[in-house]
């Protein structure tokens, strides 16, 4: 069975421009949760997204937003970036249905701003 | 003050020691917690997964749940250089994860 996805794996924009990450579940996860980690903050939740809608939200700004499509892969788009956005982007796929389902995460992107 | 709470370390121990790791959390909501392993430059990689208080045993890992206390631990028996990574606790109250910051542990040979 195929992991989580994440493309692209390296990033590399400049302040001022957007982005747009891609993550693709566990086939028949329809839970896709999305991560920031630094090493001063560690993991932070940014959203989750189950069946196309989202259902959980973090403390970040407008400028971060996602959206999942009917086949449960998922985007993250942040847009005008800033320096302090460098980081590992991660998702975590997950069946869903509740409280307590196991989550699984892809290997990252990683995004530099300079 | 953060819902998760853990030492970042590093944390050094020889090869075949008894590793503890260890969370707080200040979240009751909390019913599941969550162990994970990190490589350097990989996604976190799911170890444990303990629902309430009580001890879960996996092979030289167990995972240790207190919620009169709210601690959480990890032991790893006879450890190994391949140990050596970051350990990642986490609570899960609404659907949502909230994670410490990572320990990092080192085990030489």
């Known amino acids: 069975k195929a992991g989580v996805t994440q493309t692209p794996r390296y990033l590399i924009k400049t302040r001022g421009q957007q982005v747009t990450l891609s993550c693709s579940p566990i086939?028949?996860?329809?839970?896709v949760s999305w991560y920031q980690q630094t090493p001063g903050q560690g993991l932070q939740f940014l959203f989750e997204y189950f069946s196309e809608t989202q259902r959980n939200k973090g403390n970040f700004p407008g400028r971060f937003s996602g959206r999942q499509f009917s086949n449960s892969r998922s985007e993250m788009n942040v847009s005008t970036l800033e320096l302090g956005d460098s980081a590992l982007y991660l998702c975590?796929?997950?069946?869903?249905?509740?409280?307590?389902?196991?989550?699984?995460f892809g290997q990252g992107t990683r995004l530099t701003v300079v | 003050q953060k819902e998760v709470e853990q030492d970042p370390g590093p944390l050094s121990v020889p090869e075949g020691a008894i590793v503890s790791l260890n969370c707080t959390y200040s979240?009751?909501?909390?019913?599941?917690f969550m162990w994970y392993r990190q490589y350097s430059r990989k996604g976190p990689e799911l170890l444990m997964y303990t629902y309430s208080s009580g001890n879960k045993e996996d092979g030289r890992f167990t995972a240790q749940v207190d919620k009169s206390s709210k601690y959480i631990s990890l032991f790893i028996r006879d450890s190994q250089p391949s140990d050596s990574a970051t350990y990642l606790c986490?609570?899960?109250?609404?659907?949502?994860?909230?994670f410490g910051t990572g320990t990092r542990l080192l085990v030489s040979p």
């Open positions: 979240n009751s909501a909390f019913q599941y």
């Open positions: 986490a609570g899960q109250g609404f659907q949502k994860l909230v």
């Open positions: 086939s028949g996860h329809r839970s």
């Open positions: 975590a796929s997950s069946l869903g249905s509740g409280r307590g389902t196991e989550a699984f």
